[in-house]
């Protein structure tokens, strides 16, 4: 990432960017887009820019702990066309747990950047492991890619199913199924 943000620069690039693909710029609803553009677009980035402070407490009880539904939102690497979606994390706890938000700005940290789903459920799997020393971690992720549903296939509504697993959610077929079983209700 660049060291420094330069919005006078990035409202330049997308208006020469928009004009490039004939985009009439001098409507009343476009003349102030370019500057939009780049502002909405970094205050997605910045989330992405610094990592969350991640809070464990001790562990008390070694059950699995999974948070699901998480509503998120990617930037795909490859187009620059959201995806989104729904997350759900799993965790068995050695000796830590997490604060519960943790998870979800842990979420957000990893898909506030240009990416792609396969190494976004990778990342937070790998992260949240050594975050909380334990090997056993199962995200799954469940997304609709624009840039396959208002462009190139055309099919809108479908979903990307990506899962990382660790430890016991990897070897446990039961704790397995137990994960799968909450990320389809």
Known sequence: MPSKVDLADATINAAMMLDSLGVDMDTQHTKQTPWRLAKAWNEFFEVGREEP????????????????????????????????????????????????????????????RMQVQEELTSQLANYLSAKLATEHVGVILKCEHLCMSMRGANTPGHTTTTAALRGGFMDDSAVRAELYALARE
């Open 53 to 112: 402070r991640f809070t464990t407490f001790e562990a008390k009880s070694h059950d699995a702990v999974v948070v699901g539904g998480l509503h998120f939102y990617s930037v795909c690497a490859h187009h620059m066309l959201p995806f989104f979606g729904y997350a759900w994390i799993g965790y068995i706890p050695g000796k830590r747990i997490a604060g519960l938000s943790k998870l979800v700005r842990a979420l957000n940290y990893f898909s506030h």
